[in-house]
């Protein structure tokens, strides 16, 4: 059943699941990539700093001998003695360490973005039940889970290829390294460093270039992982969206509460006209309102049927005319003003309504 419902995921992760992902603290990430660029960060650093530190290096040897005094030595103050050489190792290291962290926390950032997971800060109980633990020490001994074996084989190849790239620059110097006899010591540190050198780029290059790969990787298996059922894709648009039924529910009750709104508003109508049966628009014409005529109830069929039997017991006039009622039922909103195109012929229905009261 499992393997099924894995089989089901086929949609692309959304973009609330991703968030939700997220929030759980659940994203792609690479440590192999994040260590790559730290080393070459760091390396970079050491460059940089090298002349700072070899300058701070070069002021606490002058003055370590220039200051060498071995009856002043007290041997029982030992913390007094060694405080001016913590300090310069203070000066050399913490700059570097310090900016180290920050290119470390860049790295981080940079791989896997702003989050901010509570849950996974949350101290979980359950994590200490004796068979919780037990699984979990199953999985961390037995080699021969699918996961456990890929992750070991990738350790493996990744020492080979580093520890390779490592060595093709030590042999391509190898000429060199065994020149090194009857050197002066300066030349022979100046070779040996640029061997060392040589071959800290050459390692640092093939862990970005593996570092990168296994981060490709861990991209396909985190959108792999987040995939969605058919299912889990129209869940989520109900709860998004709403459900379709509660929807026609709200827009039904929308509906009987406009309805009520027009059908308690026709006792004020002016007139109502009429196509006559299927159409019924009521009118209301109040200066004071409005600077023409407006529509304050209309339907067709059922609901002109009930704006007509309203009409009559209020006794509001009903006129009959076809295309005056379907241009106002397809043409003006309910509170709407009537458009100057049908001033005239909604100015004679008014018209011949006034003349009709004072008749009676």
Do not use: W
């Not at 493996?156 to 390779?164: D, E, F, R, T, W």
């Not at 039924?245 to 006792?267: C, D, L, Y």
């Not at 012929?345 to 309504?353: K, M, P, S, T």
Request: hydrophobic share 45%; glycine share 4%; charged share 25%.
């Amino acid at each position: 059943m499992a393997n099924d419902s894995a089989a089901e995921k086929t949609e692309e992760a959304t973009y609330r699941r991703r968030q939700k992902e997220r929030e759980r603290g659940n994203v792609s990430k690479s440590k192999d990539f994040e260590s790559a660029l730290v080393m070459a960060g760091a390396i970079g650093l050491l460059a940089i700093l090298a002349k700072y530190m070899l300058t701070t290096i070069q002021s606490m040897m002058r003055d370590t001998f220039s200051n060498l005094n071995p009856a002043g030595i007290d041997v029982s103050n030992i913390s007094g003695l060694m405080d001016p050489y913590f300090r310069y190792l203070g000066v050399i290291v913490v700059p570097f360490f310090v900016l180290l962290v920050i290119l470390s926390i860049v790295v981080v950032r940079m791989d896997v973005g702003h989050v901010f997971a509570l849950e996974k800060a949350k101290f979980n109980l359950e994590n200490l039940a004796p068979r919780r633990l037990l699984e979990n020490a199953k999985r961390m001994i037995n080699p021969f889970q699918p996961r456990s074996m890929v992750e070991f084989a990738k350790s493996i190849l990744k020492i080979v290829i580093v520890a390779a790239c490592g060595f093709s620059a030590v042999n391509s110097r190898k000429g060199d390294l065994l020149g090194l006899v009857g050197l002066e010591l300066p030349i022979a540190l100046n070779i040996v460093g640029s061997i060392l050198m040589q071959m800290i780029i050459n390692m640092c290059i093939a862990m970005l270039i593996l570092g990168y790969l296994d981060k490709k990787y861990q991209n396909y298996e985190y959108e792999k992982s987040i995939k969605m059922t058919k299912q889990e894709v129209k869940d989520e648009y109900k709860d998004t969206e709403g459900d379709p039924k509660i929807k026609a529910r709200i827009r039904a009750i929308q509906n009987q509460m406009a309805r009520q709104r027009m059908t308690a508003a026709v006792p004020n109508a002016d007139v109502v006209v009429t196509n006559p049966t299927h159409y019924a628009v009521a009118i209301q014409y109040d200066k004071t309102k409005a600077p023409a005529p407006i529509v304050i109830a209309k339907g067709v069929d059922y609901l002109a049927f009930e704006i007509r039997e309203i009409a009559k017991q209020n006794n509001v006039p009903i006129v009959e005319n076809r295309p005056v009622a379907r241009a106002l039922y397809n043409n003006v909103p309910v509170d709407g003003i009537i458009p100057s195109d049908l001033y005239v012929a909604v100015a004679e229905i008014l018209a011949y309504v006034y003349n009709s009261k004072r008749e009676t």
